[in-house]
């Protein structure tokens, strides 16, 4: 066991939120260790690296970084391409944070004696009754608690949460007044941070350079080259024109392929209609997209694969508790209970649109992060 010193290993991005979390720390009292983590990098870019470890000099602070490129790339990477290619629409940020960028702090934090560990997250953590919760963080709009709630106690019981109590323009007035004028001003990361653009091109470029490896693997070696062929013809098979029916069936236009759709999907579709339509469901085997009307996709039961929940009776059988799909504000109410197969089963109590298989609930209750896990299957 890990004495609690006031130790403490932070994960630093390079970006406004962990720099001040550093910073915040520092103030409290803590010694701080900083680690970045080698995920991916945009366009070969290491400018990341270089701010953390400019600002951990700055600050005079330990910092190390750990290349978890390999990992990241097979985890999380190929997880997202793998989702589409079965027409599910995949969580790589919830997976990334519950079973990647929080237990490798943890496994570090170990190996180097340290019992905390932070990150700059928007979100706080309270501890009752010997149970530690997330809760929901001061600025709301920028609230990350949705992509955390596969944490286990083990991890739960050792973070601090340094951003969780400050609104993001008091992190930048913060950093500013501290002298830190780059921190201060360096732009909010949007969305997947492998795939800031559109996940279609993203996609395409993947299949494309992995099939382009398979090739010049093949030049290497020729008695690779009949493995290289049906690669090839799984990603030109998979990714070929299909056909846009309707609920019955009825062909409706030509699509670009099935995992270039998302359920829920209005725009984009390239097809004009005189009436408004969006993806109800995506057939992988037959290469078919249902389009139907929005209250076509209409859902009030979902069940949940992979789960965790922090707590089992504040959470299974209460009508109050708030399920969240989405990240965004959207919230509504369900009761949940555990099915014979061992999935969650989430009743919603009013009906949910753009319901995914592959995408993530998260459920609240009391103000507290209750769990949540992955979608399977919705009615
Ligand atoms: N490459 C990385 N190495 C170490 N820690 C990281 C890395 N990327 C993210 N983190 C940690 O996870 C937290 C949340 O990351 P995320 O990318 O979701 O948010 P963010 O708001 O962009 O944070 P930041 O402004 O610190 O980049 C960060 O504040 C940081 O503590």
Redesign the pocket.
Known sequence: MIEKNKRVL??????????V?AMRLLEAGYEVIG???R?YELNGSTEYLEDARNLAERLGIRHITYDAREIFARQIIEYFVQEYLAGRTPVP?TLCNNYL?WPLLAKIADEMGVFYIA???YARNIRLNETVYITHAADLDKD?TFFLWGLKQDILNRMLLPMGDITKVEARAWAAEHGFRKVATKK??IGV?FCPMDYRTFLKDWLVRNGQTSVSNSEASINDSQTTDSDKQTWSDRIRRGRFIDEKGRFIAWHEGYPFYTIGQRRGLGIHLNRPVFVKEIDSEKNEVVLASLSALEKTEMWLKDWNLVNQERTLGRADIIVKIRYRKQENHGTITITPDHLLHVQLHEPLTAVAPGQAAAFYGDGLLLGGGIIVNAR
């Open positions: 932070l994960g630093m991005s390079g970006g406004t939120d962990s720099s979390a680690v970045t983590f995920f940020c960028k990150t700059g997250h990350q909010d990361s941070c």
